[in-house]
C-alpha cells in the first residue's frame, strides 16, 4: 500500500498509509493530513490514486512543493521519491508492483495530525504559566522500536499551574511547547535521548541555563529545560 513517511529535522513523528483515491495535505484541520506549520499553506497539496498510481499535485501553496529537490506543479510519484513540505521531509514508499486496491474512503476525518490532537492523552496538556502543547508522535518504521533499549524516562515540570506533573517519554519523538512561539523535541535514540529546538527564537531554549542553539544536544538525568519561560526536569529512572 501506498505509505508516507513524515519526518522533520531527521526524527520520523509518522508513517501514513493512503488509504482514499484522494487525500490532501495542509494546515487547515479539514484536510486529510494536517500539518500545523506557518510554512505549510492552508490547502498545500494533494494525493491521487489512480490504477495504483500515486500523483502529487501543488495546489498554488506559498512555499510550494518539492520532490527529490525540485519545484514541481503534478507528478507521479516513484517508490522513495522524498517530498519537501514547509520543514518537513516525506518519504513516499510504495514497493508493490501491482496496482494498489484503494479502501472506501473514511468521511472527511484526517488520517494524521502533526502538531496538536495526535496520538496519546499527553497530547494537549496545557498551563496558565504559557507553556503549550506536549505532544507524542510514535514512529512506525520497522526496526526503529526494537533498536531501542529499554528505558524509562520521564518531564518533571517544575514552573506554572503544571508543576509537578510528570509526562512519560515512551514515544520515539515528544514535541513540546506551543506552535506560533517555541517548540523543542525530545528523540529517543539508541545511545539515549536529545534535545532539538525546531522552532523559535534561538534564546527561547536552554538546557541548564545554557542556549542550546541550532544542534542536537544529549540529555541526562536530571537536567533543567527551559522553554519559552517554563521549567521541567528530564528525569530517567
Not at 520543514?87 to 473514511?106: C, E, G, M, T, W
Not at 520515539?172 to 529546538?197: C, D, E, M, N, R
Request: cysteine-free; overall charge neutral.
Amino acid at each position: 500500500m501506498p505509505t508516507l513517511v513524515i519526518s522533520i529535522d531527521g526524527a520520523v513523528i509518522k508513517e501514513v498509509k493512503l488509504t482514499k483515491e484522494r487525500t490532501t495535505l495542509g494546515r487547515r484541520p479539514y484536510n486529510d493530513i494536517v500539518i500545523e506549520n506557518l510554512a505549510v499553506s492552508g490547502e498545500h497539496a494533494v494525493l491521487t490514486i489512480d490504477s495504483g498510481m500515486v500523483v502529487i499535485e501543488d495546489l498554488r501553496s506559498t512555499n510550494g512543493t518539492y520532490v527529490n529537490g525540485n519545484a514541481i506543479q503534478k507528478q507521479p510519484l516513484q517508490n522513495g521519491d522524498l517530498l519537501d513540505i514547509g520543514r518537513y521531509k516525506i518519504r513516499f514508499l510504495n514497493d508493490s508492483p501491482v496496482a494498489a486496491q484503494v479502501p472506501a474512503a473514511h468521511g472527511d476525518k484526517a488520517l494524521v495530525h502533526i502538531a496538536e490532537d495526535v496520538d496519546s492523552g499527553y497530547s494537549k496538556l496545557r498551563s496558565a504559566s504559557g507553556f503549550g502543547e506536549i505532544s507524542s508522535f510514535a514512529s512506525t518504521v520497522h526496526g526503529v522500536a526494537s533498536a531501542l533499549t529499554e528505558r524509562h524516562a520521564m518531564i518533571r515540570m517544575l514552573t506554572g499551574s503544571m508543576a509537578g506533573k510528570e509526562v512519560s517519554l515512551y514515544k520515539v519523538v515528544t514535541t513540546l511547547g506551543k506552535p506560533g512561539v517555541a517548540i523543542a523535541s525530545i528523540t529517543q535514540k539508541p545511545h539515549g535521548f536529545v534535545l532539538t529546538q525546531l522552532e523559535g527564537d534561538s534564546s527561547a531554549l536552554r538546557l541548564n541555563g545554557q542556549v542550546v542553539g541550532p544542534l542536537s544536544v544529549p540529555l541526562l538525568n536530571g537536567d533543567t529545560v527551559e522553554l519559552a519561560g517554563s521549567s521541567m526536569r528530564f528525569v530517567v529512572q
